[in-house]
Nanobody, 126 residues
């Protein structure tokens, strides 16, 4: 059973930074592409960023491009999301996801995702 546990959320002022972490367990971490999604209050969950299994190829939603950076440490079974220049519209619950297929995450095919974390709340005040 794969488990994904997010951490690092919190309250930050606009323009600030946060780093989210997602620790994975239960199967070889390098087997899965990883991604981050978010769900703002009253809105649908949306794709944020994906990272491939080994080369670390990343794909970002336009709304976060240039501000967010995803990385992974396969030795630590952890994926990170560095969020800079945060805006109030970045306020959401951020979910970590894992899937054997990078394309599934890039496509934002949430119903097909292999595994989800429970989420961590990020609140950006204006």
């Amino acid at each position: 059973q794969v488990q994904l546990v997010e951490s690092g959320g919190g309250l930050v002022q606009a323009g600030g930074s946060l780093r989210l972490s997602c620790a994975a367990s239960g199967r070889p971490f390098s087997s899965d592409a990883m991604g981050w999604f978010r769900q703002a209050p009253g809105k649908e969950r949306e794709f944020v960023v994906a990272i491939s299994r080994s080369r670390g190829t990343a794909y970002y939603a336009d709304s976060v491009k240039g501000r967010f950076t995803i990385s992974r440490d396969n030795a630590k079974n952890t994926v990170y999301l560095q969020m800079n220049s945060l805006k109030p519209e970045d306020t959401a619950v951020y979910y970590c996801a894992a899937d054997a297929a990078y394309s599934t995450i890039v496509a934002g095919a949430m119903s097909e995702m292999d595994y989800w974390g429970k989420g961590t709340l990020v609140t950006v005040s204006s």
